[in-house]
């Protein structure tokens, strides 16, 4: 095991969490660039289906929801590893989180930035999306706040605001800092961020209470809007949607990836960077036990899901639970359960097997397990309808295969950017200070 | 609406006529096969017994115009909405698109523009000039024949006269052969609309679901 980064220098901390932002050596930029061209190649795909009509995409009548909704859930999801991990391992003061929050806040902007633009990719008319939001028009027209869609974009514009704010707190001594040692545009960028921190102690207390408070915030904050993502669904009455426990099933599933994706995005990040000696093999094991523990939960949640259904035996809600257990959904279904329950029970449950190579694979089976659930969730419910008249299958086409790989790209391109110009680990928390002791 | 299931021979006239009426796009095969078809008025089929001792119910489907619809809370831009006469309206100019109207619909009644409409020439040329032509990326559904209803409310304003039964008939009414189909005010008692939906052979489809359709189906009781 490394040396734990307490003992090593300050300065040392410094130098060699700065070091990646300096230079982009040749694999950086081809990296950069082929993420960009699949970006790019999203991006023309969607105005294709803006040009041609969302008819392009699979989607069809019954089944009018389909990969877009499937990826806003997933991603907006995977946000909640960043401020809800953060935050909770910043009010309880668990020492340990100081290499991984801002790692884990990055995320979180970013996941939302790609899950806010799928609602607007899949509206039929996404050049009007803003008749959502409540401003003033000529014609007096308010939206309709009874709709779980308007608490939606509410609770998402909230999210995105409040975790991009939480994303920027800590990171102003650091930009500080940088803003002394960085010259040309860095150095004005730095600057311009660093909003004139000087690191006074007035200021330091400030920012102190700040992220507390923030901290507390988005925590509640976080918990509400996977909650509304979840009314998406079970506000309608369609069989096996209208549940009363999809809302904590929803930000169970939702912790459950954002862990996952965190220990994919250290990893990377760790072996990359070669920050070996600041992410150390203590933080994937605290990280791959709570990822163990939200298997378990997430388990259980489906457990009680499933089979108060099945019990019921209500006749709508077994033609759903029937085709998502023996029917056409069935390899969908039972391979989510391999991949969000067996892999991690496996490799992180056994004490013996759990290691930085594991949690990492455990973390890509979650999140393919989870992508797997929302898909559960969203497609056979619209399926089967409850007139046996109507029915319908539902593939994706090239459009929304695209912009679906698009996305990740797109996480993978702002992410690579984002630690060009901002180090990934906070530099500042190794520094011991006055108003950390007190 | 008031639809005698007894007498539906399961003609489709409803179903063409409700197409001419409303401008209805015209899928062609593929599409149709897509789930793409746009049918504001369907007709189910239900078989009863073994063949050859088979029997087959037909039940043409509309929007049900539901008292309780549960299309209406979940729009979040209130494209659809309930007007002053109790109809489930549609507003085309405002919908955004989100298609969770049709989601929550128990009777798959709504249909959505996945591209700007098309007819094969030469049914472009016979628009009814009284209905919209719908745009792509907009949720479309049977109106009642609003503009049937609203030409003959007109009229009877300007004659300073009350509307009389049965003087308001949607395209599927006026359409059936086997005049299965009685359109009227169900808030006039008299009308024969109502009685017929008081006469004991009425049920509402998925009932059950508090929906309160606005749609009667008679039938003998067994």
Sequence with gaps: MAAAPEIVPYSQVRHDLWRPLAGVSRRYVAVVSLLLAITLWGLFCWGYQLREGIGVAGIRRPVFWGFYIVNFVFWIGISHAGTLISAILRLTEAQWRKPVTRAAEAITVFALMIGGMFPIIHLGRAWIFYWLIPYPNSRLLWPNFRSPLLWDLTAISTYLTGSTIYLFLPLIPDVAQLAQHATGWRRRLYRTLSLGWTGSDREWHALERAMKLMAAMILAVAVSVHTVVAWDFSMAIAP??????????????AIFSGIAALLIVMSIV???????????????????????LMSLLWLYFSFAENLTVWYGNEPKEMNVFGVRTRGTFSIYFWTMVFCNFVVPFVLLGIKRLRSIRTATIASVAVLIGMWLERYIIVVPTLAVTRLSSVSGGYSPTWVEISITTATFAAMGLLYLLFSKLFPIVSVWEFEPHPAEED | MAIDLDRCTGCQACVAACHAENNLPVSDPESAAKGRAFHWIRVDRYYEGEFPEIRVKYMPVLCQQCDEAPCEP????????????????????????????????????????????????????QHNPDVSIRMTGVMEKCTFCIQRIQRVERSAKEEDRPVADGEIQPACVQSCPAEAMVFGDLNDRESKVSRLAESGRATRLLEDLGTRPKVFYLQKAE
């Design chain 1, 240 to 253: 096996m949607w209208h549940s009363t426990i999809f809302g904590p099933y929803f930000v169970v599933g």
């Design chain 1, 270 to 292: 760790r072996k990359a960077m070669h920050f070996e000696a600041y992410l150390t093999p203590h933080h994937f094991d605290n990280l791959a036990k709570l990822l163990l």
């Design chain 2, 74 to 125: 979940v729009c979040p831009v209130y494209a659809t909405y309930k007007n002053e006469e109790g109809l489930n309206v549609q507003v085309y100019n405002r919908c955004v698109g989100t298609r969770y109207c049709a989601n929550n619909c128990p009777y798959s009644v709504r249909f959505f523009n996945w591209f700007d409409p098309k007819w094969p020439a030469p049914l472009d040329l």
